[in-house]
């Protein structure tokens, strides 16, 4: 019986180790909040930034971006990351702000940390997935896009790199933004290898993150990282408390 015993404690155990990692945070941390990720060019942890370029200003009272980096990522072939916005002809200024903003939130936004996952790859650690993106946003996104150009339905791989920066693969052909994504959900969802997930809230729902939002009111997108937060853990808690309820009744059937 003693031997038993030990076997299912041993089996509880190592299911309460995989339990556990599947339950922990997508950064494997508890502090979900006012973090900054593990990427090529974040700050270790946010703070103000006053002197934020055009686009990014909105993140300027906690950032985690630097200066130099929200007026490199205002030019059309910077060198964060040596990326070409107009690999496909000159792309329309309209269409141009959203990408610029979109760079902003990914670079800037300290509110982020429930979606951010840990990768291998050689310019970063961890990622965002799965981003609850607010539907105007997606959808303004997708309508000032429609009529520029380019030549891939997924922009963070499959470049030609030859030149040292991003080219169109050999045989992809420019079409309009509305002939790679059709929809509003292809683009946003599709373009960064599913950073975005779009949301059926709208602003100021408090339940999905604004990529664009007025500073002068606050920053809303702290309120929306609060709130997934808080359900993530409260979620491993639930887990938790069933793994060690299962634990108890397993020891009382076995002393009978």
Known sequence: MAWQM??????????????GTHLRTPQD???LLNVCMDAKHHKTKPGPEDKLHDQCSPWKKNACCSVST?????K???LLYKFNWNHCGKMEPNCKRHFIQDTCLYECSPNLG??????DQSWRKERILDVPLCKEDCQSWWEDCRTSYTCKTNWQKGWNWTSGINE???RAACHTFEFYFPTPVDLCEGLWSHSYKVSNYSQGSGHCIQMWFDPAHGNPNNEVARVYAEAMSGAGSHGTGLLILNLVLIQLWLFG
Do not use: F, N
């Open 6 to 19: 030990t076997q299912l404690l041993l089996l509880l155990a190592l299911g309460a180790s995989a339990w």
């Open 29 to 31: 941390r508890t502090d």
């Open 70 to 74: 929200s007026q490199e990522l205002h």
């Open 76 to 78: 059309d072939t910077s």
């Open 114 to 119: 429930p979606w951010i996952q840990q990768v």
């Open 168 to 170: 169109c693969p050999v």
